[in-house]
Nanobody, 121 residues
Framework: QVQLVESGGGLVQAGGSLRLSCAAS????????MGWYRQAPGKQRQLVAD???????NYADSVKGRFTISRDNAKNTVYLQMNSLKPEDTADYYC???????????????WGKGTLVTVSS
């Protein structure tokens, strides 16, 4: 019914920037919550940043001041602008959304398949 597709990952040198995008498609009425998570090799998946339907944002301490999350409700898309990247930012980045599906009474949670970000020193 719904698919999330991330894009924008890649290889970048330390100090560089990347912009991730995650677009949702399918039988979408509206989207409540949008978030970005990351998982480094051998580690648990962790929250990077999230944004509510009202535009309130929340960031992990490790990315505050460097990353910015935003959303475009008309495009069902969430973005993550990543500046001043560090080698420790290297991970698979996943988007997560809580979506109101057309014809369903309750919202559903969805994950994208991930996009790899590699930061070289």
């Amino acid at each position: 019914q719904v698919q999330l597709v991330e894009s924008g990952g890649g290889l970048v040198q330390a100090g560089g920037s990347l912009r991730l995008s995650c677009a949702a498609s399918g039988s979408i009425n509206s989207i409540n919550y949008m978030g970005w998570y990351r998982q480094a090799p051998g580690k648990q998946r962790q929250l990077v940043a999230d944004i509510t339907s009202g535009g309130s944002t929340n960031y992990a301490d490790s990315v505050k001041g460097r990353f910015t999350i935003s959303r475009d409700n008309a495009k069902n898309t969430v973005y993550l602008q990543m500046n001043s990247l560090k080698p420790e930012d290297t991970a698979d980045y996943y988007c997560n959304m809580n979506i109101n599906i057309i014809g369903m009474f309750y919202p559903m949670g969805y994950w994208g398949k991930g996009t790899l970000v590699t930061v070289s020193s």
